[in-house]
């Protein structure tokens, strides 16, 4: 099984930028593709960016493209998500994720951290 734990969120104005960070530990060998997700109170949690580890294709949601850039550091075994201009429709709990498929999408992950609290403020 994979660990992950996620960290760097905050409180931001509108317009600033967060990097967040997500640790992998345990069977670290195991892991095909990492994501993000997030999740606003009361809505549903959704897909918002994905990483290939071993080729680091990506994929982005439609509202992050062009502001988020995901990225790894596989020696490190750590994810990053930069988030630069953010709204205040970014607000959520972000979550990292992992699965061992190899496709870089939104689907199939069986691997969670406990999320870190983005709050963007208007």
């Known amino acids: 099984q994979v660990q992950l734990a996620e960290s760097g969120g905050g409180l931001v104005q509108a317009g600033g930028s967060l990097r967040l960070s997500c640790a992998a530990s345990g069977r670290t060998f195991s892991i095909g593709t990492m994501g993000w997700f997030r999740q606003a109170p009361g809505e549903e949690r959704v897909f918002v960016s994905a990483?290939?580890?071993?080729?680091?294709?990506?994929l982005y949601t439609d509202s992050v493209q062009g502001r988020f850039m995901i990225s790894r550091d596989r020696n490190k075994n750590t994810m990053y998500l930069q988030m630069n201009s953010l709204k205040p429709e970014d607000t959520a709990v972000y979550y990292c994720a992992a699965k061992r498929g190899l496709r870089t999408d939104s689907v199939n992950y069986d691997s969670w951290g406990q999320g870190t609290q983005v709050t963007v403020s208007s």
């Open positions: 990483i290939s580890w071993s080729r680091g294709t990506t």
